[in-house]
């Protein structure tokens, strides 16, 4: 074993080679011996110091040698490790830097021996950490990407355009999954009706929670952007947070998907399923706030901006809009009869007779305590009227029941309609409804009234 004398390798190297030099150069009189060199010239002290003197020469020429070819190789390999942890110094804190790639990294393999292998690892090594770097920094864009957006339509079309460039996938779908309805968010390339005949196997995933990889028979032909395409494979991700699938990944492609393809998407999954929660967070929280907590329709706030949007659409399309006030009549009475429970149950059932008579694409709006407003776009004067006398007629013959007790109750509405008026704005429209629902009132209840 080579014992250690400085803390400096060459130096030691040094040492050892003098001291080497040194014994060669004392034997080798006694060596010369035998091969008849005469003793009067080889006992000689001069030819003892020569051969010491070249002994000395030899092992300071071989540790020039040495400090040359193997030093320069080893200060190589020095300099380049410095410079990568430079970089990495600079990325940790946030630098702007270059990237440390193979090809500005790695060092020279031009021998076979352990300075080769030295090299060579250290070159496997910067390949490793640069592929490290870049899906670190892939995902760290990734995670930016994601958390940058909270709506889910948008979120969803962020997230299938990037995991189909780096995935090459030919098409794919994001979809979600509330109350085992599923429901496409974005897709691109593929035919979801056509892909939903694979609905056993999509929900084999979800409910086991787990990837599936299918093979698609060849008579399937997809529209692409371009062309047609045969895709080969479906690949089915269920994304899951704490155990709840919240969303789900279909890629197709016209090759079987590779494994670096799955390995990326696992690397992907946690920041996935974080980024659909906070999505599907933000759009039940924006639900909550949108909507009225006892009847589930719109509150006045959010009703409002509604209302502001079917008016602007109306203005700039050139079609009609309708309104109905609605005001439950001597709501008040009920209350201090019954009790504000039953003032409640009333609520919601004067909330499904509405619901039920207005059209689809119809809103139905909480405005006050015992108010409501009902926005019919398309619909013209007479289309309100009629409705508002549907509803009327329907409000009327409902019974409440309270333990034996039956409740009745009337209602007032007035009708206002965008363009047969000279309106401005929005709420000149709704102040028309009002006036008309008052005069109903005063004209005996129970009846509608038009501006």
């Known amino acids: 074993m080579f014992i250690r004398i400085t803390k400096r390798i060459f130096k030691d190297l040094a040492i050892y080679m003098v001291f080497l030099g040194v014994i060669v150069g004392v034997v080798f009189p006694f060596f010369v011996r035998l091969f008849g060199v005469p003793a009067s010239i080889a006992y000689q002290p001069l030819f003892f110091c ?3 003197a070249a002994g000395i020469l030899l092992a300071t020429l071989n540790i020039t040698l040495a400090r040359n070819v193997v030093g320069s190789r080893i200060r190589e390999l020095s300099s380049q490790m410095k410079h990568v942890e430079g970089i990495l110094s600079s990325q940790m804190t946030g630098e702007q830097c270059e990237k440390c ?8 393999v031009d021998s076979e021996d352990e300075l080769g292998d030295s090299a060579a690892s250290f070159n496997r090594l910067i390949q490793t950490l640069s592929t490290v770097l870049g899906a670190q920094q892939d995902l ?15 979120l969803a079309n962020e ?7 780096v995935t090459q996938a030919s098409g794919g779908a994001i979809l979600t999954e509330e109350g085992a309805e599923l ?5 691109y390339a593929i035919d979801m009706e056509r892909t939903m005949l694979n609905s056993t196997v999509l929900h084999y995933a979800v409910e086991k929670q787990e990837r599936r990889v299918v093979r698609l028979p060849e008579d399937i032909v997809l529209e692409g952007v371009l062309t047609k ?3 080969k494979e479906l690949l089915i991700e269920p994304i899951v947070y704490k155990q709840i699938v919240v969303g789900i990944i279909m890629l197709a492609d016209v090759e079987a998907f590779s494994n670096d393809t799955l390995d990326k998407l696992n690397s992907y999954a946690p920041i996935l399923s974080m980024a659909f929660n906070n999505a599907i967070t933000h ?6 706030a949108a909507l009225d907590a006892l009847t589930g329709i719109y509150n006045r706030r959010f009703g409002s901006n509604r209302l502001q949007e079917e008016f602007g659409r109306a203005v700039r399309i050139g079609s009609s809009l309708s309104l109905i006030m609605l005001d439950i009549d001597h709501f008040k009475t009920v209350n201090d009869t019954y009790g504000h429970m039953v003032g409640d149950k009333l609520i919601v059932l004067i909330t499904k007779i509405i619901s039920d008579a207005i059209r689809e694409g119809d809103v139905l709006i909480r405005y006050g305590g015992e108010e409501f407003l009902c926005v019919l776009p398309g619909a013209s004067q007479q289309d309100a009227q009629f409705m508002a006398e549907r509803i009327r007629i329907q409000v009327r013959d409902s019974i409440l029941k309270n ?3 039956e409740i009745r109750v009337t209602v007032s509405l007035g009708t206002s309609t965008y363009p047969n008026k000279d309106i401005d704005n929005i709420q000149q429209l709704i102040n028309l409804s009002d006036e008309a629902m008052y005069n109903a009132k005063k004209s005996g209840r129970d009846r509608v009234a038009s501006a």
């Open 403 to 405: 333990n034996e007790q």
């Open 140 to 154: 760290q864009r990734f995670s930016e990407m994601l958390t940058s957006n909270l709506e889910m339509d948008v």
């Open 101 to 108: 790639t193979p090809e500005s990294c790695s060092i020279r």
């Open 283 to 288: 759009q039940r929280m924006q639900r909550l």
């Open 159 to 165: 997230i299938l355009h990037y995991l189909l460039g």
């Open 183 to 187: 429901n496409v968010e974005a897709s």
């Open 229 to 231: 395409y045969r895709p």
């Open 50 to 52: 020569a051969c010491i």
